[in-house]
């Protein structure tokens, strides 16, 4: 699911762990949310070094970053969601979701305090280091000489505007930003675009198609997806 804009398809992990264990989407859903933000803060810190190095999409990464700052901010800051929440029930749409609303609330509150976030935080920088490294790799099997730093840079920052582009996976503004990004450096068109291929084929597609067989082999033991089990 990791093709879905923004990664939102990827809620279905918490619907697969009811099925296994009962747990309500509402407890678990929170924790797709944590790993998106601690994905795009391991990515900000990386793009943010490389913006300053290389003075390049400095604006970008800036904003960014400060969205995701006051998303953390306002759900860190239990008084001021509160008072959030407490607006939202004069919706009358949401009267009737209330009590999922506060138990979604109080799982992120968990999860994004300052202890489990710098450590989910570590854990995704190292991740998302493993696949810069892995670009990095590419480039030079091209025999393409850019330091590690300039590698892991463009890599999370054209990682960065495919996701605010909401786009399915960012298709089609990541791999282009990855590409003009490496013509701007002097690059033959055609070598960036190879390099922009195989990165992205060992990478998203690849976590696709492991997505894809893991799913077949849940679906072989637990038995396929029912309607009722997709609640919250």
């Known amino acids: 699911m990791s093709v ?11 619907y ?16 797709v949310f944590a790993e998106r933000v601690t994905d795009f803060l391991a990515l900000i810190i990386i793009s943010i ?28 800051h239990k008084n001021m ?20 609303i506060h138990n979604l609330y109080e799982s992120s509150y968990q999860l994004l305090r300052v202890d489990p976030l710098i450590k989910m935080t570590f854990v995704s920088l190292i991740s998302w280091l493993s696949e810069c490294l892995g670009y990095y790799i590419i480039l030079r099997n091209f025999d393409i000489e850019k330091s590690f730093l300039w590698a892991a840079f463009s890599y999370a920052f054209a990682t960065i505007a495919g996701a605010i582009s909401m786009l399915p996976g960012g298709l089609g503004v990541t791999e282009g930003s990855l590409t003009l990004m490496l013509i701007d450096n002097g690059q033959p068109k055609e ?42």
């Open 191 to 232: 070598l960036a675009v190879a390099t922009t291929f195989i990165v992205r084929a060992v990478t998203l597609w690849f976590a696709v198609v492991v997505g894809i067989c893991s799913l077949m082999f849940y679906q072989k033991r637990f038995g396929k997806l029912s309607a009722d089990t997709i609640s919250i």
């Open 81 to 100: 969601a509160l008072r959030i929440l407490k607006l939202l029930e004069k919706i009358t749409f949401l009267k009737s979701h209330l009590q999922t």
């Open 49 to 76: 070094i490389g913006a300053y190095v290389f003075n390049y999409g400095k604006g970008i990464v800036f904003g960014a970053g400060a969205f995701l700052l006051i998303i953390i901010i306002l759900i860190s």
């Open 4 to 14: 879905t804009p923004g990664k939102m398809g990827e809620l279905l992990k918490a």
């Open 16 to 31: 697969l762990t009811k099925e296994v264990n009962g747990t309500p989407v509402s407890k678990t859903a929170p924790i």
